[in-house]
């Protein structure tokens, strides 16, 4: 399958032209495959070097464990059903501390496994090699790529579509990870509990907003505690959605979205995942010193 490049306005108005079509393709968020072309047509914007952020991502993974194919049990592969977490308290004008969790999954998944037993049994295949890989990356695209490891953890199915039909078909994916997955929406719903005890008014993925200089103090103490690096910024405006915000100095949204006050938050784990990532990160010191 060879690669085409677009810029980003020809890859969206690309897209629009392929779905007025009777042409098979794939959709893949950021690029589309198209079998009877022969072609992947890829946004450019999302490209390292000749290959799209999830292929240079996928290529990574085949190189640091080469012939690598996981096997899962059914009940394992319900794990695949954790949620990222997601808190909005309503409306808010005014004073906004802002905290986020710096490339959290990658920071997590340093020291996490591809293979293990439920919770964190008989652990195979460390990330740590992969993670860094990215560590010295700076630019968006290897953020992108970062993240797409995670996404590839947990793929399970190829998006198809012609003119208005869209389908789905099973994926053959020898890097499916229930257990990752479940990890790190774990340690996210463990974190983002704890931030709301704190007095967290919005909470998406890895982002914490207070409205007070108490509870931003107190979570950062918290992150500090539990050795993650996270970042903070003080600004005032206004957040009117999960995704929705306007707080200079802090983050402005590219759009207006209002939504209502939302709560998607798994039940709080029972196992103290931050805890079992703690001795992971022992671990790994006393294998490195």
Not at 147 to 176: C, D, E, H, M
Request: hydrophobic residues 35%.
């Amino acid at each position: 399958m060879k690669n085409v490049t677009m810029s980003h306005s020809e890859f969206v108005k690309f897209k629009e032209y392929l779905r007025k079509t009777d042409i098979t393709w794939r959709d893949l968020s950021t690029s589309v495959m198209v079998p009877a072309w022969g072609e992947c047509i890829c946004d450019n914007d999302y490209m390292i070097g000749d290959f799209s952020c999830a292929q240079y991502a996928h290529i990574l993974l085949q190189k640091e464990f080469p012939g690598l194919s996981l096997r899962w049990r059914q009940t394992e592969l319900e794990l695949l059903g954790a949620k990222t977490p997601f808190f909005f308290d309503g409306e808010y004008t005014g004073p906004v501390y802002h905290i986020d969790i710096v490339g959290a999954y990658s920071q997590f998944y340093r020291y996490l496994y591809f293979h293990s037993e439920w919770p964190y049994k008989r652990q195979k295949h460390s990330l740590f090699g992969i993670a860094s890989h990215f560590a010295d990356k700076t630019d968006p695209q290897y953020k992108i790529a970062r993240n797409s490891i995670v996404g590839i953890a947990r793929s399970q199915q190829n998006k198809w579509v012609k003119g208005p039909n869209v389908w789905y078909t099973k994926k053959v994916n020898k890097f499916l990870s229930p257990t990752l997955w479940a990890q790190l929406q774990g340690i996210l719903t463990q974190i983002a509990y704890q931030m709301i005890e704190f007095g967290a008014i919005w909470v998406n993925t890895d982002g914490y907003c207070f409205r007070d200089r108490f509870g931003y103090d107190t979570a950062l103490e918290y992150f500090g505690h539990n050795e993650i690096i996270v970042r903070g910024n003080i600004g005032e405006g206004v957040i009117n959605g999960i995704a929705s915000m306007n707080v200079p100095g802090v983050k402005v949204t590219g759009e207006n979205n209002p939504t209502k006050p939302m709560v998607k938050l798994d039940p709080l784990p029972e196992v103290n995942h931050l805890a079992e990532l703690a001795k992971n990160k022992r671990r790994n010191r006393e294998e490195t010193e």
